[in-house]
């Protein structure tokens, strides 16, 4: 089975008689290179009898233009240190534990410095609860360094100081005592920040907080807090489950705040004869829906349906629905796995109504649930819409004497920001805590500005009992003060934040330096105070029969969601973000609607290749309520029919630089924050044009991801499920493995480190962060969208998408036996049309690429420089000031993972993603070399962290311990897809993972003898 299947990258792949596919699938670069430019005129060129010395003079650039290129660097003026502080060592790197907290990405993170600058983030593997670092985390340490942040308070527009800031805060304070002051807040979750709140009031018994998360869960949080009498949301814990069944929540990605991938990944590992079984029903084609056992595209009216439907065959009662055939037996299934799996079961709800969520509550207590936990909610969204709503009621009333933003962006977030700009001109004190000017800060008399988190104090209660610390890894680069000094001083305090913070914290025993260096503590009661709300209570007959009886009321429903790369657009202006492609669409610097193949032929929405494969596609116009934006259109395959998907968090443009100012605001369309709505939608005139690699770098269609299914597996047949490749040898067939069929002369690699890679397709949910990860540690360019299209992005590792179109062939077969008649879901008139079109319910599987590091490496062999050469500890070196940028590497090399440098991206102003300044070049890891015009680079297996290990261990006089060895991507994984270690050592992790019986080489017929393997994924169906 794990050879019969199609995969393809894109619809435009399954196209036969596509010319232009087939060309991009034999040639290396889609645009042709202009020799001319580099060897000068042809007919000398020709004429001319050259030496090899004479040719390497002429081949890419010349010898000594490239290698002055490749030598070339940034010049920046060093002042040496008068006295060097006594903690800080040159070359040696320093880790710090903190808190990202920004209101939308909360996360536990240890903060790496280099000479007393923040350059890496890595996640907090000690905490237990809410450490994982998503790729936007990783992405976050280029925000300390961006050079749009605010530098000074502002006064009226104009730069100032605080003593006359604060002079003039509190007059008007005092001016409005008889009024409402009101506190705008993102979610802080901080037990420190809701006790100075309380102390605050006592200076103003008149103010009160609103909270108001950008993108948040009021129909979660609702339902939570009227059953459970806390506002927070049910944590999930997957390692052990065995049956998920999820309606429309992406739990793989940003549901609820993710971070519940890396034990749902656990689970997803076949380990002792079990893995979890997932079925998903959702709209959008999601990350959860991507890593699916089964998935099932359906409107958000029918999951409305399909949960009234799996509440009355798991709890009881009586639902009525016009669910299809074909979902009515799913539904059925998935019940009975549920009540097989009982307390191993669970159902998750990503539909925004508070009826909905609270049957899938009555749902998993039904089943007695271990994999939802209910006595420790995650508290890390607070918000509610009915209070933003009522706020803005208010300051249209005039009551509203004082608002004071903080962490948010009504201005550009809030649904119906006319209605907010206009109550906003109502209030006569209007302040905004903000680190950049941003569309509130613009419209605010008075911006205290605030640092960014690396350089802040604070605790954060991601989850009850557990309380993460936040320490400054960096002093304050700027003239910035926080939130919580700003209250202390404005209340007449004379004590710091840090004071404050550490004499209100409780570590339950454990010292205040112990627990810093922590970065958390365990809290024996929650110290984090929710926020005041009237909640409604539903009857759940009542939401049963709503539910049943659910109707779409419009043309087509709007599917809202946010990107695993932008987020709510908190880091709009961070360009490792928006060039992050998107794991289903593999877009970049964009966002759009995505719509079925059968909607767009309906609506004559169109997407094409032209001839270099960039792909373009047709504008469409969404209306809603009055509110009506032009945006481009991806036809996605796996999104339900009716249904148009949106991603939040574009289309910035106050204080965002104008390369990042990408995509439509979608916020106007959040209505209430609901995230589904009643849309129209009609194509536009004009052409979009994408900047999507989905067929990049393509592999030609060859053995590349290998599946199959659990049944086979368990037979543990190896020759049925992960068969070695066989080549020709006299006309017999032979492994090819063998040193009979081997052109290389092997040598000794037992001696020393032998570096080695293992991927667990199971593992992998394509979340991305191993991108992010990697971009920071190798100082990898950001090229723009132009270059993009132009297949020129700088990534050295890459997360490939397959599609493939049913199980197996076998499967079709079987389909076709099985029609019956003409009509129905089993007639072949339908039934035929349904393999006609595999994009409409395809199956998903992700793939990290990166280079092999091939010990019968090819691009070796065709360096006319040996610029690439290989290492006994198995690593493939790239010497950069050896290249010529001749490209015969990248054409040699069967899995097209080398990049060539076409332009100085550093200090270049084509290129401004914050490496044309100073500051920008800040977060430049000094350990890598920065690459520059010319030259070809791509992974180096991360060399400089393999050697720092070793070098401690030298200096340390002892053994390296099995879990030591690490590289950036590794590191970045928390689902553990990534294993990384020596092979020579018997003992290690990645030396038993290579005698698993699902270990793979990618396309091991070359025989280019690859350090990195893959484990080939297994589906539970």
């Not at 099985?818 to 319910?841: H, K, M």
């Amino acid at each position: 089975m794990a050879t019969t299947k199609k995969y393809w990258k894109s619809t435009a792949q399954l196209d036969t008689s596509n010319e232009m596919i087939k060309s991009l699938e034999q040639n290396e670069f889609a645009t042709p290179v202009p020799t001319e430019e580099f060897l000068g005129d042809d007919k000398a060129m020709e004429s001319s009898s050259t030496t090899r010395r004479d040719f390497l003079k002429y081949v890419g650039f010349s010898t000594a233009a490239a290698s002055l290129a490749a030598c070339e660097g940034p010049v920046i003026n060093s002042v040496p240190y008068v006295n060097q502080p006594e903690r800080l060592i040159p070359g040696i790197a320093n880790y710090y534990a903190t808190t990202i907290a920004n209101g939308y990405d909360f996360a536990s993170v240890l903060v790496k410095t280099r000479e007393g600058r923040p350059i890496k983030i890595e996640g907090n593997r000690d905490i237990a609860a809410r450490g994982n670092a998503s790729a936007r985390v990783h992405a976050s340490v280029l925000g300390l360094y961006d050079n749009n942040r605010l530098k000074t308070p502002l006064v009226k527009g104009k730069e100032s100081t605080w003593s006359e800031l604060d002079k003039e805060v509190r007059q008007q304070l005092n001016a409005n005592a008889g009024k409402q002051i009101v506190f705008l807040t993102q979610t802080f979750a901080s037990p420190s920040t809701a006790k100075l709140m309380e102390d605050f009031k006592a200076a103003y018994p008149n103010v009160r907080q609103v909270t108001y998360d950008t993108v948040g869960e009021d129909a979660a949080l609702d339902a939570f807090e009227a059953k459970y009498f806390q506002r927070g949301l049910a944590d999930y814990d997957f390692k052990d489950a065995e049956c998920i069944v999820s309606i429309g929540a992406d739990f793989v990605g940003d549901w609820q705040g993710g971070s519940f991938d890396t034990n749902y990944a656990q689970s997803r590992v076949p380990k002792n004869g079990k893995m979890s079984h997932h079925v998903q029903f959702e709209s959008n084609m999601s990350l959860a829906g991507a890593n699916a056992d089964q998935r099932y595209p359906v409107t958000p009216t029918e999951q409305k349906q399909i949960i009234a439907a799996l509440y009355s065959k798991v709890v009881g009662g009586s639902a009525n629905s016009n669910l299809s055939d074909k979902v009515s037996k799913a539904v059925e299934q998935a019940a009975q796995k549920l009540r097989r799996a009982g307390s191993k079961g669970v159902v998750l709800c990503g539909l925004p109504d508070q009826g909905a969520q609270q049957l899938a509550l009555e749902i998993n207590e039904q089943l007695g649930s271990t994999i939802i936990d209910t006595a420790n909610p995650i508290l890390t969204r607070q918000g509610s819409r009915r209070a933003v709503n009522q706020l803005v009621k208010d300051m249209e009333s005039g009551a509203v004497g004082a608002v004071f933003v903080a962490g948010v962006d009504p201005f550009y977030s809030y649904d119906d920001n006319e209605a907010f700009a206009k109550a906003w001109k109502n209030v006569p004190l209007k302040v905004s805590l903000a680190s950049r000017l941003d569309a509130t800060a613009e419209q605010s008399d008075y911006v205290a500005t605030t640092p960014h988190y690396l350089e802040s104090w604070g605790d954060v209660e991601m989850k009850k009992g557990t309380v993460s610390l936040m320490q400054p890894t960096i002093n304050t680069l700027f003239d910035t003060r926080q939130l919580q000094d700003s209250l202390l001083v404005w209340s007449g305090s004379n004590e710091t934040y840090k004071d404050y913070l550490k004499t209100s914290s409780t570590a339950n025993g454990s010292s205040w330096n112990q627990s810093l260096q922590d970065g958390f503590y365990t809290a024996t009661l929650s110290e984090t105070s929710g926020t005041e709300s009237e909640v409604p209570t539903i009857n759940n007959a009542a939401a049963l029969r709503d539910l049943g009886a659910s109707k779409a009321t419009g043309d087509y429903e709007l599917v809202l969601y946010t990107k695993i790369s932008m987020g709510d657009g908190t880091q709009a202006n961070n360009p490792w973000l928006q060039e992050l492609p998107d794991p289903i669409t593999r877009t970049t610097w964009d966002n759009y609607i995505t719509v079925s193949q059968k909607d767009a032929d309906n609506l004559g929405i169109e997407n094409f290749n032209v001839a270099n494969g960039a792909l373009d596609g047709s504008y469409a116009i969404v209306r809603m309520d009055g509110v009506e934006r032009k945006i481009p259109a991806i036809i996605q395959p796996g999104q339900a029919v009716g249904t148009i998907g949106l991603a939040l968090g574009y289309g910035q443009t106050s204080s965002i630089q104008e390369e990042m100012q990408t995509g439509v605001n979608a916020f106007p369309f959040f209505k209430n924050g609901r995230t589904v709505q009643s849309v129209s939608v009609e194509v536009a005139g004009g052409v979009h044009e994408f900047a999507c690699t989905q067929l990049q770098n393509t592999m030609m269609g060859r053995d590349i991801i290998r599946e199959t299914d659990m049944g086979t597996y368990l037979k543990g047949n190896r020759d049925e499920f992960n068969p070695m490749i066989e080549v020709s040898l006299n006309h017999i067939g032979t492994p090819v493995t063998s040193p009979d069929v081997d052109l290389w002369e092997s040598f000794d690699r037992s001696v020393g480190h032998h570096f080695n890679m293992s991927i667990d397709l199971n593992a992998c949910t394509g979340c991305g962060a191993c991108v992010v990860a990697c971009h920071a540690e190798n100082n990898v360019p950001v090229v723009g969208k132009t270059e993009v299209r132009r297949s020129r992005d700088m990534h050295w590792l890459r997360i490939d998408r397959y599609y493939s179109s049913t199980d197996s062939f076998e499967d079709d077969e079987s389909k076709k036996d099985g029609f019956s008649g003409l009509f129905g879901d089993n007639g072949s008139l339908g039934g035929f049309g349904e393999l006609e079109i595999p994009a409409d319910e395809p199956q998903v599987a992700f793939m990290p690429i990166m280079c092999q590091h091939c010990n019968h490496a090819p691009c070796e062999t065709v360096c006319p420089v040996a610029a690439s050469s290989h290492s006994r500890q198995g690593q493939n070196h790239m010497i950069y000031n050896r290249c010529v940028g001749t490209r015969y590497c990248a054409n040699n090399c069967p899995y097209k993972v080398r990049r060539f440098n076409w332009f100085l991206y550093n200090g270049n102003d084509e290129f401004d993603y914050h490496m044309n300044n100073d500051l920008g070049r800040m977060v430049i890891n000094p350990d890598v070399t920065v690459r520059s015009r010319g030259v070809m680079e791509k992974c180096s297996m991360c060399i400089q962290m393999t050697q720092m290990t070793i070098l401690e261990a030298k200096k340390d006089g002892r053994m390296i311990e099995d879990g030591e060895f690490a590289t950036a991507c590794s590191n970045a994984c928390y689902n553990g897809a990534i294993t990384f270690g020596d092979i020579n050592d018997k003992e290690s992790e990645i030396f038993e993972v290579k005698q698993q019986d699902r270990m793979y080489h990618l396309l091991e017929e070359v025989g280019t003898e690859p350090n990195v393997m893959y484990q080939v994924k297994v589906r539970n169906v």
